[in-house]
């Protein structure tokens, strides 16, 4: 089993910077990507951006120029630093992790329970 346990979200006022985390526990051999995905009241979740092993990124274009994705493989830990922070980008923040060798040799992708992000004045 796998566990994602996420931190760092909160209010923040516009244009304002959060950065948040998320580390993976339990038994397993080893995940492929971490991202992060994030819903809005009455929207589907979206994906915001992933981050491979190997460092190869991908962003939301909304987010562009203003999120970084990050990734400790040692501590199987993600990080998204988010500056600028709009309005628009209030809602509850998932991390994933894709492609999860697990202990009995297959793949499964696990979420964590999420962070609220809240921009506000």
């Known amino acids: 089993q796998v566990q994602l346990v996420e931190s760092g979200g909160g209010l923040v006022q516009p244009g304002g910077s959060l950065r948040l985390s998320c580390a993976a526990s339990?038994?397993?051999?080893?995940?492929?990507?971490m991202g992060w995905y994030r819903q809005a009241p009455g929207k589907q979740r979206e994906l915001v951006a992933t981050?491979?092993?190997?460092?190869?990124?991908v962003y939301a274009d909304s987010v562009k120029g203003r999120f970084t994705i990050s990734r400790d493989n040692a501590k199987n830990t993600v990080y998204l630093q988010m500056n600028s922070l709009k309005p628009e980008d209030t809602a509850v923040y998932y991390c994933?992790?894709?492609?999860?060798?697990?202990?009995?040799?297959?793949?499964?992708?696990?979420w964590g329970q999420g962070t609220q992000v809240t921009v506000s004045s």
């Open positions: 339990g038994s397993f051999f080893s995940i492929y990507g």
């Open positions: 994933k992790a894709d492609r999860v060798r697990t202990l009995v040799g297959v793949f499964q992708d696990y």
């Open positions: 981050i491979t092993t190997g460092g190869r990124t």
